[in-house]
């Protein structure tokens, strides 16, 4: 008598559960956006208790909030797509300055008492905006070319480029701050502008990045770099293009910031680079690269906002806020970690 064989389904084959199925149509995003609004009730919590008074219905905090998400959001979105290839970006805040003073001498009104250009004041608006984007985009180029070409470490490269963007910036305006800008000009920076900007930048990059070919590669470029060069990606290409969308972006964040305050400054953008890269990886991007997304870099934005502001409400002094923000960007990273370790 012979011997029958039953093999049972193995778990790779058993239909799917109703909480499978479930799982797989719930956005991806959802658990870091339950976060933010845990953050949200507790601080309005918070602020009952202790100064009896709301921090979520205070139109000008909420205000404030938003323009803040809006300007480090702008080149959390560049930010990203370079940690999605495993790299880094550190020249941000630095890019930030530089772009908002040359965009600021060239944005000067004939009612300034020393204009920096006195041949060129009262230029058009789209003068001082496309310098500003230039400058960072040729930034971005250099930091491309020097990681691609010379095999330089994206953290020594851009970290260069932090240092010399913040020494030009000092060289080019001698520590003086660049006032009297034009109505034009400021208008960008005004109201919901820097909002809507934002919006219109992270919703552009969302699309790119998932349904076109250069989201692919970037992806690609990110999850196996040997992999992608073998499938006949032209790594160094993308990659170049990358670190050239991210300085585009962050010259985009220093033409707006220098609209919003009505000048140019080489102190502008300190740390603003370190807040960019915590936004995305509490977004859910992965420092491993090839793991991100600009909707979850949108809401990292987001939390860092409401956590700086909310800590301002409560009166956490500014010195502990940085120690806990650091705290927050370990604690991130260390979750990236683990669950790639887990995946493994």
């Not at 949200?40 to 918070?46: C, G, S, T």
């Not at 971005?140 to 095999?151: H, P, R």
């Not at 290409?237 to 919003?260: D, H, M, N, P, Q």
């Not at 860092?304 to 927050?328: E, M, N, P, R």
Request: glycine share 12%.
């Amino acid at each position: 008598m012979s011997n029958v064989k039953v093999s049972l389904p193995s778990s790779a084959e058993q239909r799917p559960t109703l909480f499978s199925n479930l799982k797989h149509k719930i956005p991806k995003d959802t658990g870091i956006f339950i976060v933010m609004l845990g953050i949200a009730l507790i601080f309005e919590l918070v602020g009952w208790y202790v100064r009896d008074q709301s921090f979520l219905l205070n139109i000008n905090r909420l205000v404030l909030i938003v323009l803040q998400v809006a300007i480090i959001g702008i080149i959390a979105v560049g930010v990203t797509q370079v940690i999605i290839t495993s790299g880094i970006d550190l020249s941000s805040g630095s890019l930030i300055a530089l772009t908002a003073v040359v965009a600021a001498s060239l944005a000067q009104t004939s009612d300034s008492l020393s204009p920096m250009f006195p041949a060129l004041v009262d230029l058009p608006a789209v003068v001082p905006v496309v310098a500003g984007i230039a400058v960072g985009l040729l930034c971005g180029v250099i930091n491309g070319v020097l990681i691609t070409k010379t095999g330089i470490p994206p953290f020594i490269a851009t970290l260069g480029m932090m240092v010399s963007a913040r020494g030009l910036a000092q060289y080019y305006t001698h520590g003086n701050p660049i006032s009297f800008l034009s109505d034009g000009f400021t208008a960008i920076g005004q109201g919901i502008m820097p909002v809507i900007i934002f919006l219109v930048v992270a919703a552009i990059f969302h699309v790119a990045l998932k349904y076109t070919r250069y989201g692919k590669y970037v992806y690609a470029i990110g999850g196996n770099i040997i992999s992608a060069k073998v499938s006949g990606i032209n790594v160094n290409k993308y990659l170049i293009l990358v670190y050239t969308i991210a300085g585009g972006l962050s010259g985009l964040a220093g033409v707006v910031l220098a609209a919003r305050v009505s000048s140019g400054q080489s102190s502008m953008g300190v740390s603003y680079e370190l807040d960019a890269i915590a936004a995305a990886v509490i977004g859910g991007s992965s420092l491993m690269g090839g793991v991100g997304r600009i909707s979850g870099t949108l809401i990292g934005a987001v939390i860092l906002g409401l956590i700086k502001s909310g800590f301002t409400f409560v009166g956490v002094d500014a010195y502990i806020q940085d120690i806990i923000k650091g705290i927050i960007i370990v604690a991130a990273v260390s979750i990236d970690m683990y669950r790639n370790r887990k995946k493994r």
